[in-house]
C-alpha cells in the first residue's frame, strides 16, 4: 500500500475548498456596511438595560434606602460604600430622611470598579435601587466616576417635599412598605 503524500490530495482538497473559502468573502463584500453613528444617533437601549443606577424615593420625597448595606455585601466588585444612621426624629417628627429606622448617609458607587452586573439590585429589600438605560458613564476624571448620593438621587417630583420631614404618607413606617397609602395632596396652590 502506497504511503498517501501531499501530491496525492484530492480534487476537492485542491480546487474547491479554496473557491468555497473565497465565497464567504466574495458574499459580504457587496452587502452594505453596517456603521453606527454613535454620537451623533444615539439608539435606544434595550428594556432591562443595566446602565447608572438611581436611589429612588417614596410619592412624599423620602428616600427608600434605609441603609441596611445589603448592596454593599453583593457587590462582586467592591464598588458600593454605604454608612447607614438613624433617623433620628426632633420633637416634632422633622428629622426623618426615610421611613424606616436607619437610612443611609452616606451612599457611593465607584463606576472605576462597576461592572454593572445588577447583583445590589436584587439585594435591595426597600427596590430603593434600581437601574436606568443611562449608559454613558465616561470622564476624563477619576474622582468624577465615584458618585455620590446627591448625583444618584432620583429628583423630586411635584407633591414631593426635600427630605427630612415627617411621614406624609402613613402612620408608621409599616404603610409605607406595605403601600397602604395614597398619593399626597398637591402642596402648591390649583383651582378651587
Not at 498517501?4 to 480546487?15: A, D, G, R
Not at 466574495?26 to 456596511?33: A, E, G, I, S, Y
Not at 422633622?94 to 472605576?112: A, D, K
Not at 436606568?132 to 423630586?156: C, F, G, H, V
Request: one cysteine or more; charged letters at 25%; a negative charge.
Amino acid at each position: 500500500m502506497a504511503k498517501p503524500t501531499s501530491q496525492s490530495k484530492s480534487m476537492k482538497e485542491q480546487l474547491w475548498d479554496p473557491v468555497a473559502g473565497f465565497g464567504v468573502t466574495f458574499r459580504t463584500m457587496f452587502k452594505k456596511v453596517v456603521t453606527e453613528q454613535y454620537p451623533f444617533e444615539k439608539l435606544p437601549t434595550a428594556p432591562r438595560f443595566h446602565g447608572r443606577h438611581q436611589l429612588n424615593r417614596w410619592p412624599d420625597g423620602l428616600e427608600k434606602c434605609i441603609g441596611c448595606e445589603l448592596c454593599a455585601w453583593a457587590c462582586p466588585a467592591d464598588a458600593i460604600y454605604v454608612e447607614g444612621a438613624s433617623n433620628d426624629d426632633d420633637a416634632n417628627g422633622e428629622g426623618r430622611f426615610s421611613p424606616g429606622e436607619r437610612y443611609g448617609r452616606v451612599y457611593q458607587i465607584n463606576y472605576l470598579r462597576c461592572i454593572l452586573c445588577g447583583l445590589c439590585i436584587e439585594a435591595c429589600p426597600t427596590r430603593a435601587l434600581t437601574m436606568t438605560n443611562e449608559y454613558e458613564l465616561a470622564d476624563n476624571n477619576r474622582a468624577d466616576l465615584i458618585y455620590e448620593k446627591s448625583d444618584l438621587l432620583a429628583p423630586l417630583l411635584p407633591g414631593m417635599e426635600q427630605p427630612p420631614h415627617a411621614m406624609l404618607l402613613g402612620d408608621d413606617e409599616g404603610a409605607y412598605y406595605r403601600g397602604e397609602f395614597s398619593a399626597p395632596a398637591p402642596t402648591q396652590g390649583g383651582d378651587a
